[in-house]
């Protein structure tokens, strides 16, 4: 499969643990994307990278939140001491520098926080 | 930053007839408007986009339109099919970033 990975699909898990997601980007992609989908809603921005570069993150991101890229490669997002509002689907997206403006969408993960 | 409206949230239609959804954005700077098919529990799968150096593309029955001075652009779905049911998205892309933003969702019912 060529495709973007994330890994796992489905987490449940009680307030105030901590969740880490992985996403896994098609290999010659440099860019990715984290978005938050809420049911009913549209996707919205976390964060991105260019390379393994953080180079923006949203007011939405709090300060439990941290994603990273250590290789340019993967990326994971890491939720701290989670609470029942962070119960969403996390999507991620990649895409190539110069190329055409396609997203490519992963499965997503989706949490739910109990 | 950017905000995208997007009309209607729900949309019925019967099978055979058109469907159009609208939406409008903020930032005279994006020039990708992407539209995004989802369904239950799957992620959005891109159906057709438009640059904005051009006002319309089609590909067979869907077709998109811009009008990049009102700041709008619409999807048209022609003889619609019991398929073609599920959640839209339209999305505005800013040309350093690409980071998307997107509108809430039309969610499109087609009656057979």
């Known amino acids: 499969d060529t495709g973007v990975s994330q890994d796992p699909r489905h987490k449940i898990t009680k307030r105030g643990q901590n969740v880490t997601f992985r996403c896994d980007p098609i290999?010659?992609?440099?860019?990715l994307y984290w978005y938050r989908q809420t049911l009913g809603q549209g996707p919205e921005f976390l964060t991105y990278?260019?390379?393994?570069?953080?180079?923006?993150k949203s007011r939405l991101l709090s300060d439990r939140f941290s994603a990273e890229r250590p290789k340019g490669s993967f990326s994971t997002l890491e939720i701290q001491r989670t609470e029942q509002g962070d119960s969403a689907m996390y999507l991620c997206?990649?895409?190539?520098?110069?190329?055409?403006?396609?997203?490519?969408f992963g499965p997503g993960t989706r949490l739910t926080v109990l | 930053g950017e905000n995208v409206e997007q009309h209607p949230s729900t949309l019925s239609v019967q099978e055979g007839d058109s469907a159009v959804i609208k939406c409008t954005y903020s930032?005279?700077?994006?020039?990708?408007f992407p539209w995004y098919k989802q369904e239950l529990g799957k992620r959005p799968q891109l159906i057709i986009d438009?640059?904005?150096?051009?006002g319309e593309k089609k590909d067979q029955r869907i077709a998109v339109t811009l009008n990049k001075t009102a700041k709008h652009f619409s999807l048209h779905i022609t003889e619609t099919q019991p398929e073609d049911s599920a959640v839209y998205f339209c999305?505005?892309?800013?040309?350093?970033?690409?980071?998307?933003?997107f509108g809430a969702g039309t969610t499109v019912t087609v009656r057979a």
């Open positions: 997206a990649s895409l190539r520098d110069f190329s055409y403006n396609e997203q490519f």
């Open positions: 290999s010659e992609h440099n860019r």
């Open positions: 990278f260019q390379n393994e570069a953080q180079l923006e």
């Open positions: 930032d005279s700077a994006s020039n990708y």
């Open positions: 438009i640059r904005s150096n051009v």
């Open positions: 999305a505005s892309q800013y040309p350093n970033d690409y980071k998307l933003s």
